[in-house]
């Protein structure tokens, strides 16, 4: 029998992590059976394996860590984050690499040849805590294919292509598939493993209406897209710049157009919050940054952990995860999550500020609010949230009450929230320049902040959701509407912010002039020739400007992909995305695609799991929430690993 053959299309860290399951799981069944020759029992010697491997961009980094990228462009995780080499959750031990910490050790002891210049100088000061670079985090990746390539145990050959893959088609005459590159290959296959990552996407109908009609009147619009794609240099200096969005690619965008233009931050010796100043190059633009909230996302805490050891789990724990999973598919976010990680939420925040602030709390607070937080856990309890009010009134000073909505809609607490519009642009500079620095101020404070504590909850609350939601773990109902229909927003906005630095310098740049702020609800116009931008909240003339960036990355829709690949899949019936019914009774088209219980397969038009067709990563948005971070080191919660158990699943059941 000839060589079993797979097809591993993105070359990226999910593509390169299911090739490392499979050198392993094959060299452990080689082990396995010469250890076992001779028996009468002696299992079946496994078949050799070919794997190509296809991706136009480079092994390991792929598309959106590529190396050659700004330095400026940071991970949203710390060194000691994240790794492509399973630690925990598998059965075969890997042959090579190693997390990207004990890399970055590595390489101050023994230098890879491959670093560049760059590289080198980053690793001199990055330190466990440090946020590194995209393209440093890219070299790692590089670094652990190249060590894969050098471990290939005895029977196992591989093949890279740097090609697009069009169309992957049954073989009906062969068995498996064919896969077409766009190079006019086409490679016979027992299996494809679809490891995509970001594709691009069609623009919404709202995008390409404003994308057509800036072309019409010569303005610059710039949609949707992995920021190191963008040529920067077409907004000029001076320019006044709108930018859509601020979340974590806002940051990407403002750093391009200001120290990637030559600024420079120096320190100014204050305290957090205003700790730097901005010296300017002169070649910046205007930039005017615009959301719903009207804020940035809120800074992540300087922590030594990714979840803060002072916060604990005490309702969203185990116990409760197995009740709640115990329910299968009847359970609810809001019936049956939200209220454990609210409890667990204030929990974090009042014995915070207890132990860090005790004059503005009484002595009765934590043990009457014990007390309560353990009452009306079946969320049955209609006066429950009456009777926190009255409690938090009676024991906590005016002004130190946590209002966790109101953490993201962070102006609603301005004087703003009784309806009232500033008068003038600069007002709202100023009410957001405040935010920033209280937020820059929290952050420097780590875990005797009470507040970043709060989030610290809500984001180890995340984890556990994450594990407990995946499969159909809640109703489609509360999918669409709950979790993904305001959950999901709330706590992105406050638990997956920029590094604390960031905020910092966005600070220093409003004080400088350089970035203001548009209000919250913002409106975009063309009118008289030129984009316009106005919010309900601001009582000025609308801000005018020849350019428009979205600081947005491609939308995760598959039905929406501008992927030929992904199109051509759906187009054959080899794949369709995910139908949920909405607690209405109509039927939503997901994001993701639809597929089998793990390991993941796709579902075909005829709604039938498609053997030897696999998917990992992003296009499982459907079934898996959060998907986009990657694995993690020492993982505290099953969710942190999941991805590459999901990749070891599919190596597994490839070569059973």
């Known amino acids: 029998m000839g060589a079993q053959t797979v097809a591993i299309v993105g070359a990226g860290p999910r593509g390169t992590s299911v090739m490392e399951r499979l050198l ?16 009468q029992t002696a299992p079946t010697a496994p078949r050799p394996l070919h794997i190509h491997l296809i991706d136009p961009f480079p092994p390991g980094a792929g598309h959106v860590w590529r190396t050659e990228q700004s330095r400026l462009f940071l991970m949203n995780t710390q060194s000691f984050f994240p790794t492509l080499i399973p630690d925990q959750g598998v059965t075969a031990k890997p042959l090579a690499g190693c997390s990207f910490n004990e890399w970055r050790q ?55 292509h740097a090609a697009v893959a069009r169309r992957v088609v049954s073989d009906y005459a062969n068995g498996g598939f064919a896969v077409a590159l766009l190079d006019g290959q086409s490679l016979a296959v027992d299996q494809v493993v679809l490891a995509l990552g970001h594709v691009e996407s069609k623009l ?35 320019e006044t710049v709108l930018v859509r969005g601020m979340g974590l690619n806002f940051f990407d965008v403002v750093g391009q157009l200001t120290e990637g233009r030559g600024g420079r931050f120096e320190d100014t010796g204050l305290p957090a919050g205003e700790a730097l100043r901005y010296v300017a190059s002169g070649r910046e633009p205007v930039i005017v940054g615009a959301s719903r909230r009207g804020t940035p996302y809120r800074a992540k805490a300087e922590l030594d952990s990714y979840y803060p050891h002072s916060v604990s789990l005490r309702f969203l724990g185990e116990d409760a995860v197995a009740a709640i999973r115990g329910m ?13 990680l609210h409890r667990d939420t204030l929990w974090a925040y009042y014995t915070t500020l207890a132990r860090t602030r005790p004059n503005t709390v009484s002595e009765e607070l ?5 007390a309560l937080l353990n009452e009306g856990l079946d969320g049955g309890d209609p006066g429950w949230e009456a009777r926190l009010k009255e409690l938090l009134a009676e024991n906590v000073q005016d002004g130190h009450i ?13 004087p703003l929230r009784a309806g009232a519009r500033v008068g003038s642009q600069s007002d709202m500079d100023a009410a957001v320049l405040e935010y920033l620095r209280e937020d ?13 504590m709060a989030i610290g909850a809500l984001n180890a609350g995340r984890a556990v959701i994450k594990a407990l939601v995946a499969d159909r773990g809640i109703t489609q109902g509360s999918w669409l509407g709950e979790l993904r229909g305001w959950f999901e927003g709330f706590v992105e906005g406050l638990a997956s912010g920029p590094p604390a630095l960031r905020v910092e310098q966005l600070a220093a740049l409003v004080r400088a002039g350089v970035v203001h702020f548009a209000g919250p609800d ?55 995305p995910r139908l949920m019914l909405a607690s209405d009774g109509e039927p939503v088209t997901t994001s993701g695609l639809d597929v089998s219980a793990p390991p993941y397969r796709a579902i075909d038009g005829a709604g039938a799991p498609v053997d030897g067709l696999y998917v990992l990563g992003l296009q499982l948005s459907s079934v898996q929430w959060g998907t986009a971070i990657a694995a993690e080191a020492s993982a505290l919660y099953r969710s942190g690993y999941r991805t590459v158990v999901d990749a070891d699943a599919i190596a597994a059941h490839i070569l059973t």
């Open 24 to 39: 392993a799981h094959h060299a452990a069944q080689t082990a396995h059976h010469a250890a076992e020759t001779g028996h």
């Open 366 to 370: 934590l043990p009457v609010l014990d």
């Open 328 to 340: 299968g598919a009847t359970a609810g976010f809001d019936h049956d999550i939200w209220p454990l």
């Open 522 to 576: 913002p409106v975009f116009r063309i009118q008289h020739g030129v984009f316009t931008l106005s919010s309900p909240w601001v009582a000025d003339a609308p801000r005018e400007a020849r350019y428009l960036v979205e600081a947005l990355a491609p939308a995760n829709r598959v039905k929406d992909t501008a992927s030929t690949l992904l199109a051509n899949l759906m187009a054959d019936g080899l794949a369709r």
């Open 440 to 452: 820059a101020a929290g952050s420097a404070l780590g875990e005797d902040d009470p507040t970043k």
């Open 106 to 160: 590595l390489q101050r002891e023994t230098p890879w040849e491959q670093l560049s210049d760059g590289d080198v100088a980053e690793l001199a000061t990055l330190e466990e805590r440090s946020f590194p670079s995209r393209a440093l985090y890219g070299r790692y990746l590089g670094w652990c294919f190249a060590q894969l390539t050098q471990a290939m145990p005895d029977g196992v050959s591989l093949t890279v």
């Open 402 to 414: 946590l209002d966790l909505r109101g953490l993201a809609r962070p102006l609603s607490a301005h």
């Open 204 to 238: 919404s109908p709202a995008q390409r209406e404003l994308r057509e009609e800036a072309r019409a009147n010569g303005l610059t619009y710039l949609p949707p897209a992995v920021p190191n794609d963008v040529d920067w240099e077409q907004l000029p200096a001076g």
